[in-house]
């Protein structure tokens, strides 16, 4: 008998581990960045800056950000860059989201999935863009990266920001991807349930004892 009851203790604390789940907030650093020039080249990837002013060298910007460890419900997901170096106030600019591999490519900087559009202030300044939907379309197809594409909206003439890049050596500010989410909560049954199942193990206990005598 008490070999049952063990195995019901067992099961039911199982079963209630099962039901938990830790909502948590992670705030990533990007694992690759780097400015391209319209010709494919990379201007350096361990530069402090992002230069992205729409011209032939400085072209466009792209980031990547490791999701290992994000699941299930994205609550929230925050996309945050600095302006700190040269800034042409004025100028629109664009935010377009891809499906990164941590393997930074002159591809990356051409997608057309427009997430934000903004118009820069004045320098030294930041700018958060809530990409929840493209964040959990990410993680429910198993993406590893998530990547986002920062240019000029009009190209052309010299017109963007230098914006801090992962190294953050300019300002102390590095870009970021702030993640709220929460594994999939698995149903726990209820205490009815769970009484019914114990009186069903108490009485196969009981059977088995009973045929031993």
């Not at 319209?38 to 002013?53: A, E, H, K, Q």
């Not at 009009?154 to 300019?170: L, N, R, V, Y």
């Not at 349930?193 to 031993?212: C, Q, T």
């Amino acid at each position: 008998m008490k070999r049952f009851t063990s195995l019901l203790c067992v099961l039911v604390m199982s079963v209630f581990a099962t039901g938990r789940a830790n909502a948590g907030v992670l705030s990533i650093a990007a694992t690759e960045d780097v400015t391209w020039g319209m010709d494919g080249s990379m201007f350096s990837i361990t530069d402090g800056y992002l230069r992205t002013f729409g011209t032939s060298f400085y072209y466009r910007s792209a980031l990547e950000f490791d999701l290992a460890g994000v699941d299930g419900v994205i609550n929230d997901a925050d996309f945050f860059i600095y302006s700190h170096g040269s800034n042409i106030s004025g100028t629109v600019m664009q935010v377009h989201g891809y499906s990164g591999n941590g393997t930074m490519e002159f591809a990356d900087v051409t997608v057309d999935n427009l997430l934000a559009e903004f118009t820069l202030g004045g320098p030294l300044m930041g700018y958060s863009f809530n990409v929840t939907p493209f964040v959990q379309g990410l993680v429910d197809n198993a993406v590893t990266h998530a990547g986002f594409m920062i240019r000029s909206k009009f190209e052309g003439p010299f017109a963007g920001a230098d914006f801090t890049s992962s190294e953050g050596q300019f300002g102390g500010i590095s870009p970021s991807l702030t993640i709220d989410s929460a594994p999939v909560v698995q149903p726990v049954p209820e205490p009815s349930s769970l009484a019914i199942f114990g009186i069903v193990l108490a009485g196969a206990g009981l059977v088995r004892r009973r045929r031993n005598v």
